[in-house]
């Protein structure tokens, strides 16, 4: 059974950089196959795609946020990670991990940052 | 960017219903179409993939079909575990993957 489980801290300064985690169990990021994305989703609104990545390195970002966006895998961990940098009250949100296929077919559960000083 | 518009927002159906949601999509993107579930405080889950293919596990009453520019999801007769937000998601570009506003699906 695929599993992935964020972690990260939940509270985050505005102008500082959000650092979030997914660990992956049950599959491996460097079987390649698949992609490995993060999705945001603020409270009450829709989902946003940020990117992904493959086990090559190679990744995918959101336009709307490419310029403050970097995702990085470590195959060692079976871990790909979120930064996302000079954050605002607009990147409060929960973020999910998930993996991807074109279509998302496994999901964390999902964690709530929260941009506030 | 390829723009996902569903309809409607918010739809208002009792048990045993037939409910249908529309996916718009800006251009074309083929059958490249997913539908999904989610409930309060949970991640959503995958129903639909390739627009009318079910996710294993997803009961039958869940159908997809279109192609090209539109899209629909039909429940066939809605049951209590049902009542959800329902998002399609486009795969025919990756720049970027993008959703739709999503459809919540309320009791009358």
């Known amino acids: 059974q695929v599993q992935l489980q964020e972690s990260g801290p939940g509270l985050v300064k505005p102008s500082q950089t959000l650092s979030l985690t997914c660990t992956v169990s049950?599959?491996?990021?460097?079987?390649?196959?698949?992609?490995w994305s993060w999705i945001r989703q603020p409270a009450g609104k829709g989902l946003e795609w940020i990117g992904r990545i493959y086990n090559t390195g190679s990744t995918n970002y959101n336009p709307s946020l490419k310029s403050r966006v970097t995702i990085s895998v470590d195959m060692s961990k079976n871990q790909f990670s979120l930064k996302l940098t000079s954050v605002t009250a607009a990147d409060t949100a929960v973020y999910y991990c998930?993996?991807?296929?074109?279509?998302?077919?496994?999901w964390g559960q999902g964690t709530l940052v929260t941009v506030s000083s | 960017d390829i723009q996902m518009t569903q309809s409607p927002s918010t739809l208002s159906a009792s048990v045993g219903d037939r409910v249908t949601i529309t996916c718009r999509a800006s251009q074309s993107i083929s059958n490249w179409l997913g539908w999904y579930q989610q409930k309060p405080g949970k991640a959503p889950k995958l129903l639909i993939y390739?627009?009318?293919n079910l996710e294993s596990g997803v009961p039958s009453r869940f159908s997809g079909s279109g192609s090209g520019t539109e899209f629909t999801l039909t429940i066939s007769s809605l049951q209590p575990d049902d009542f959800a937000t329902y998002y399609c998601q486009q795969y025919n570009s990756y720049s970027p993957l993008s959703f739709g506003g999503g459809t919540k699906v309320e009791i009358k």
């Open positions: 049950g599959a491996s990021i460097s079987s390649g196959t698949y992609y």
């Open positions: 998930a993996r991807t296929g074109g279509t998302f077919d496994y």
């Open positions: 390739k627009a009318s």
